[in-house]
């Protein structure tokens, strides 16, 4: 996983779908985002996330700071987001 130098010392920790690449398997791993991030449970007493929307989904123990960057467009854009077919 690619990260910015200043992160290096944080404690990341991204899930197996993070693997997933190319528009097709993307695609593929739609239906299982969901289930994904809301098994997922981070002990923290503050969490900063940074997401189109899946964020949410996380289950914390503390709190939740999210960054909505902009409203996820990939599910309404199909063709230019995850290509053809």
Not at 5 to 24: I, M, N, T, Y
Not at 60 to 65: A, M
């Amino acid at each position: 996983m690619g990260m910015f130098p200043e992160f290096a010392d944080l404690d990341v920790r991204p899930s197996r779908l993070d693997q997933v690449s190319g528009p097709r398997r993307r695609r593929a791993a739609f239906p299982l985002l969901a289930r994904t991030f809301s098994s997922v449970t981070v002990d923290a007493d503050v969490s900063l996330w940074s997401s189109s929307g899946w964020a949410q989904g996380f289950v914390t123990t503390g709190r939740k700071v999210v960054h909505c960057c902009t409203p996820t467009r990939w599910p309404y854009q199909t063709d230019r987001h995850l290509g053809k077919g």
